[in-house]
């Protein structure tokens, strides 16, 4: 492991602990160069499938593009980031258990939609906007009118027990 801060590649592994989910391993490092600390995480690299994009060009699975998708999409809106990892993670989980060694890049897309729906109205019609590339005003007026709608009637349901 390289030292963010020297580059060297000598340092000792100071504490160690098991992720709050139990998927990764955070590693408290200390650089026997510059004697400075720092964390490192390990994740186990599971297998993924890989992307179909619209063009028909493949590229893997980057959840790390979910990440920035989801963060744009919700940028200035009460929506922290453990809320967005969690919605990330899920969405990896779910392509990772299907098994599937192609997934069309609209399957990555919908999924952040339904999740971005039940997370927040604007940061679902901000994604929607770019996902969904609207031609004209109209078609962004007809979504918001849809969300609107469907967000009337969950009102009028009431809680769900």
Known sequence: ??????????N????????????SIRRRRECLSCQRRFTT???VEDILPMVIKRDGSREPFDRNKIMIGLKKACEKRPISIEVLE?????????FQDL???????????EMVMKALYRLDDVAYVRFASVYRQFKDITQ???????????SQRRSQEGPKE
């Open 99 to 109: 098994g599937e060694k192609e997934i069309p890049s609209s399957a990555i897309g």
């Open 1 to 10: 492991m390289k030292c963010p801060y020297c580059r060297s590649l000598e």
């Open 86 to 94: 969690e919605v990330t993670s899920s969405i990896e989980r779910h």
């Open 41 to 43: 995480y390990e994740r």
């Open 12 to 23: 000792k592994v100071i504490d160690s602990r098991l992720s709050k989910e139990g998927d």
């Open 140 to 150: 962004f007026i007809e979504e918001v009118k849809e969300l609107l709608a469907n």
